[in-house]
């Protein structure tokens, strides 16, 4: 181990865990007015009228018509309206906000708004949409020629449900207009996202914009943009406010039911097969991407470069497409895309293995890419490819063979045990060329005058570490202690723009420009003076240039790679499970801190587990998210935490900070399908859904009775 | 604000219960949820009657202001009603909320509930001016249907112990914490002299009210190990014919098949 992975006391441990730490529901809201936000009852209508009530002194509307720019919030593209103006698309879509000093008064004022509507048909099922957002199509390899010369052609549909980012701090912002300025703070993962969405809103040059990112209780891609549309709500209510800030922090249910989650996907590969071996692959991933496109391009992009998995399969037929429905739109949640495909494909070559009476495992192997390979877009693996030392690793750990043999034997008594495994990759940084073309990331370091440094970035630590981690990559180029390095939660007025805090990417790429101008800063320090260094973002020289609009290049510099096995043990009576254990072994190149990155890997496979079992979330036939608490959305507790056994398998990335590469989404992506081999060997009978549910097991158990 | 009245006697909170609407407050995890700004709340959780454990003879009185970690921590507590409190909602709820309130409450997904009913408990019904003790299979008209009085209060649990010793119990939630039952079966069996002396089971999650049918359970009592097996069938079905589980978060069918499968491996882990 590298001495900088050497873990540390994290740097906001203190002021957390002593309840110090303020978070936007912290502030004083004597001077403050509150705002309550008014939701389509449907999922498609028209806005005929609208009734307001006669209203006390010190309370005031705010609909589209106060919007000062642009009633478009700008994520990628800017279809989402600030305030609906014609249509709601949505049940939960904001249609007004009502604002004024006392919640409960907003409540029972919020009652007597009178809408007209004229309902439209809605489209609630994905299957029966007609709108693709996006469409992509590409592939590689001879696909006629294959599907001509196979010996057997496999063809299968693999579904995957919504998941809640479920953070424990609900959304919330307060906003404030003052001489020409509009300052908005709170809890956020991106505030130069929500820097220039608020100056399109509210038609404000950029420097008349302050965005300013307060301790986030947990983010998880669910901050990343959806504080982009709250910021605009509540900006423009403060912008009619004048000098008054506004507040909107938002109950557990309106968040679970009208914030972003993570696509449900349908996926349906086929795969054609010859002397046992996947020659061709025709992969089509249909993502529900809501109301709105959002982030649905880029979640969708990742998803379908992941296609085919880890392996190297030389044609290759990939349609994605994100299609419009009127539910709530879905956003970025850890994996971003990832784990819908490395679900379909992992139990794609599961299914094709037992059919061809092989041992999954030995069949995934004999198809890995190896570095040199060519990735789905053409682009290459330019590192070593790790798994077969990781699969060894957890080979060893869970004693898997061992298991394998003896679950596959005839199994009595009322439990049934499995053992599974799955191998993944997550592609580090941003998809493509956007952090090159789009995000063109800055950071500087400012030293003072005492010698002490601050780093300036607008990387938010959502609570995976990454105040600590960067301080203690600059601490360490500059040989100081590390509490004489300091990061603030960003503030744009202070800090460039060194991109969101997504994708995996702050730490590799962020880290890596502080630890070049730390060097920098290094050669040019002079004793008793304050001086600043800056670094701007350079793609690596490896890199083979992607282009978006026929995905070919590199989509990612390179990966992070992760192999798990999870053992099951079903109660046939119930079909409940329990997972017996969890073994795997992750790289995500060095390590920054030991500590974090074990609870990033811990905390991401539970996320994965859940996904794949308990988290069930589905929109009625009208529409509407009714799994709105947690008594009624399921994620785990401590008692649902199996037995882990974590090791990193460490690849150093050159062009990372000390060979750091991405490390936060990796865990969760590739837990769901271990967990449903595993159940598969219990149950003897094919998984192709997530969530899969005791009931669901129950009746696998139930057809393997009569089979 | 708060408004609320904290009597120091049980004979106080009466008097209080007979003057005042009030609504009875013991440890507030249900009641706490969705607070009623308008509620006025008569906090019984301090009073020293309601908080009692005492065996008498073959009869446990436990006070219905007994949080369920007093309950989990004492040593007369039946083992089957501590499998049943080890597995509701977590420590600091269980640190808070009573057996009282899990009866006022009037679920069918009440855990310690369940177990009442299996062991065919009464309920101490206290008011100013009377006393009544009735069965809690009477107490529960419907879901959320309470035989209680406008000044009454439920002081206590009177929980025959005779049976208890051999039980199986067996919750199914949706996770393994903080979990509200989907299906949660009870049964107790006692065999004496080769013969089933004694019966009991109970269905929690599947109707408006816990599902006990002594009328059915009482086709094994008195059976050989012989005849309980030829009668298995037949007692099974006539359980098969009783659970008609309400459809919810899961499925009415996976309720059914669940008891039923639990029923028959209540028996079988029983030699029938």
Request: hydrophobic share 40%; net charge negative; charged share 20%.
């Amino acid at each position: 181990m590298m001495p900088i992975s050497q873990s540390v006391i994290k740097k906001d441990h203190l002021a957390k865990a002593c309840g110090q730490a303020m978070y936007v529901a912290d502030y004083d809201t004597t001077q403050m007015l509150q705002g309550l936000i008014l939701r389509s009852p449907h999922a498609h209508a028209k806005i005929l009228s609208m009734t307001y009530p006669p209203l006390p002194e010190g309370y005031f509307t705010v609909d589209y018509r106060d919007v000062p720019g642009i009633n478009e919030v700008h994520i990628v593209k800017d279809d989402t309206p600030v305030y609906a103006d014609a249509t709601v698309e949505y049940i939960g879509d904001p249609i007004m906000m009502l604002v004024g000093p006392d919640e409960r008064e907003l409540e029972r004022l919020l009652a007597q708004i009178e809408v007209n509507y004229e309902l439209l048909p809605a489209i609630i099922d994905v299957r029966d949409g007609d709108t693709a957002f996006f469409d992509y199509h590409f592939g590689k390899g001879d696909m006629d020629q294959a599907w001509a010369e196979a010996d057997q052609i496999f063809e299968e549909c693999f579904e995957t449900g919504y998941q809640e980012q479920a953070y424990l701090e609900p959304q919330g912002l307060i906003a404030d207009y003052n001489q020409g300025k509009i300052t908005v703070r709170g809890s956020m993962q991106c505030p130069y996202y929500v820097h220039g969405a608020l100056a399109k809103a509210l038609g404000l040059t950029p420097d008349k914009v302050r965005v300013i990112q307060d301790v986030t209780g947990g983010g998880f891609g669910g901050k990343e943009d959806y504080p982009s549309i709250l910021a605009c709500q509540v900006a423009v209510a403060a912008y009619k406010a004048k000098g008054q800030p506004v507040r909107v922090i938002f109950g557990r249910r309106e968040d679970m039911e009208f914030t972003s989650k993570r696509h449900p996907s349908r996926c349906t590969y086929k795969a054609a097969v010859k002397n046992g071996r996947v020659t061709a692959l025709d992969a089509d991933v249909i993502f529900n991407a809501g109301a709105y496109t959002t982030l649905s391009a880029v979640v969708l992009q990742r998803g379908i470069i992941a296609a085919s998995g880890v392996y190297d399969i030389p044609a290759l037929k990939v349609h994605g497409a994100a299609i419009k429905t009127n539910t709530v739109p879905n956003g970025a949640y850890r994996g971003f895309g990832a784990p819908q495909t490395f679900f379909a494909v992992e139990m794609l070559m599961e299914h094709i293995a037992n059919a061809l009476d092989e041992e999954p495992l030995a069949f995934k192997l004999r198809h890995m890419v190896r570095q040199g390979s060519v990735t789905s877009t053409g682009g290459r693996y330019h590192f070593p490819v790790p798994l077969p030392a990781m699969v060894d690793e957890v080979r060893k750990m869970s004693d898997f063979e061992q298991k394998r043999q003896v679950y596959a034997r005839q199994q009595t008594g009322t439990t049934r045990r499995g053992i599974g495994i799955s191998l993944w990759f997550h592609g580090a940084g941003f998809t493509g060329s956007g952090e090159r073309d789009i995000i063109k990331a800055v950071t500087r370091l400012h030293k003072l005058a005492d010698g002490r440094v601050e780093i300036l970035a607008s990387q938010s630590d959502i609570g995976q570490g990454i105040k600590t981690t960067l301080c203690k990559i600059v601490a360490n180029e500059l040989n100081l202690p590390l509490d004489q390095v300091s990061y603030d939660n960003p503030d744009t007025d202070r800090v460039p723009d060194s991109g969101p805090t997504v994708a995996s990417r702050s730490l590799m790429t962020v880290g890596e420009l502080l630890r070049r101008a730390a060097i920098r800063l290094r050669s040019q320090w002079q004793e008793g003076v304050e001086q600043t260094v800056e670094e701007h973002f350079k793609e690596p020289d490896f890199v083979i240039p992607f282009y978006i609009d026929k995905f070919q290049g590199d989509a990612y510099p390179t990966y992070a790679w992760g192999v798990c096995a999870v053992e099951v043990a079903v109660d046939t009576l119930t079909g409940v499970n329990e997972i017996t254990g969890t073994w795997a072994s992750f790289d995500v190149g060095t390590p920054i801190d030991l500590n974090i990155v074990i609870g990033q890997m811990e905390g991401g496979l539970l996320q994965g587990l859940g996904y794949a079992s308990m988290e069930q979330l589905a929109a009625d036939q009208k529409g509407r998210i009714r799994n709105h608490s947690f008594s009624d959305y399921i994620i785990p507790t401590a008692m649902d935490v199996p037995l882990m056994k974590v090791q990193l398998h460490v690849e150093a990335y050159p062009d990372g900070p000390y060979g750091a590469k991405g490390a936060g989404e990796l865990p969760l992506v590739g837990a769901a399908p271990a967990y449903m081999s595993a159940l598969e060997q219990a149950l003897a009978g094919p998984i192709n859904h997530i969530p899969f549910s005791a009931e669901d097991a129950l009746k696998l158990i139930r057809q393997s009775r009569r089979a | 604000m708060v408004n609320g009245f904290s009597p120091a006697t049980l004979q106080e909170a009466l008097e209080i219960r007979a003057r005042h609407s009030v609504t009875p407050y013991a440890g507030g995890t249900d009641l706490m949820i969705n607070p009623d700004p308008d509620a006025v709340y008569l906090f019984v959780n301090h009073i020293p009657e309601m908080k009692q454990i005492e065996q008498r003879g073959d009869q446990l009185h436990l006070g219905a202001a007994c949080t369920y970690t007093q309950l989990l921590e004492h040593p007369l507590t039946p083992a089957i009603l501590k499998a049943a409190i080890d597995l509701i909602a977590a420590p600091a709820i269980r640190n808070e909320g009573t057996i009282g309130g899990n009866i006022a409450n009037g679920s069918a997904k009440a855990d310690s509930v369940l177990i009442f009913f299996v062991a065919d408990a009464s309920l101490k019904l206290n008011s100013q001016s009377a006393e009544r003790i009735i069965p809690i299979r009477d107490f529960y008209r419907e879901r959320k249907q309470l035989d209680l009085r406008p000044d009454e209060l439920i002081t206590e649990i009177i929980l025959p112990t005779k049976w208890l010793d051999h039980y199986y119990y067996k919750k199914v939630g949706a996770r393994k914490a903080l979990a509200i039952s989907r299906v949660v079966f009870a049964g107790l069996l006692t065999w004496q002299d080769d013969v089933i002396a004694h019966c009991a089971t109970a269905f929690g999650a599947v109707s408006g009210v816990v599902l006990r049918c002594p009328e059915l359970d009482a086709l094994l009592i008195g059976k050989t190990r012989s005849e309980a097996q030829a009668a298995k069938a037949g007692y099974l079905a006539a359980f098969g014919d009783m659970i008609a589980p309400i459809q919810g978060r899961v499925s009415a069918e996976y309720r059914k098949e669940v008891c039923l499968n639990l029923l028959t491996d209540f028996l079988t882990s029983n030699g029938i």
